[in-house]
Nanobody
Framework: QVQLVESGGGLVQAGDSLRLSCVAS????????MAWFRQAPGKERELLAA????????YYIDSVKGRFIISRDNAKSTVALQMNSLKSEDTAVYYC?????????????????WGQGTQVTVSS
């Protein structure tokens, strides 16, 4: 499995931007599809965006499409989530995940590696 460490969370105001980063180690990074999830208090963990190993294909849920951008740098073994126009409802713990295929990484039950999470708090 690949080990993942997220960073970049914090407290921001509504309308601000924030960039999350996730560094991977332990395996060939380009062999893994990556995804970002979030979990708000009392809610289930939800998929936000996913990207294939090559970076050629990306997927977003409707609520973040146009506001969030997922990207990866295989040379640096990192995946990022650029979050713009943040809203109070974006407040959650954000996790990156990895799996051998994009189908598996998009499912919370089959994503094989998880980071520890980073807190994002958006004040209104």
């Amino acid at each position: 499995q690949v080990q993942l460490v997220e960073s970049g969370g914090g407290l921001v105001q509504a309308g601000d931007s924030l960039r999350l980063s996730c560094v991977a180690s332990g395996r060939t990074f380009s062999n893994y599809a990556m995804a970002w999830f979030r979990q708000a208090p009392g809610k289930e963990r939800e998929l936000l965006a996913a990207i294939t190993g090559s970076g050629g294909n990306k997927y977003y849920i409707d609520s973040v499409k146009g506001r969030f951008i997922i990207s990866r740098d295989n040379a640096k073994s990192t995946v990022a989530l650029q979050m713009n126009s943040l809203k109070s409802e974006d407040t959650a713990v954000y996790y990156c995940a990895a799996a051998p295929t994009i189908a598996k990484v998009m499912d919370v039950l089959t994503a094989s590696s998880w980071g520890q999470g980073t807190q994002v708090t958006v004040s209104s």
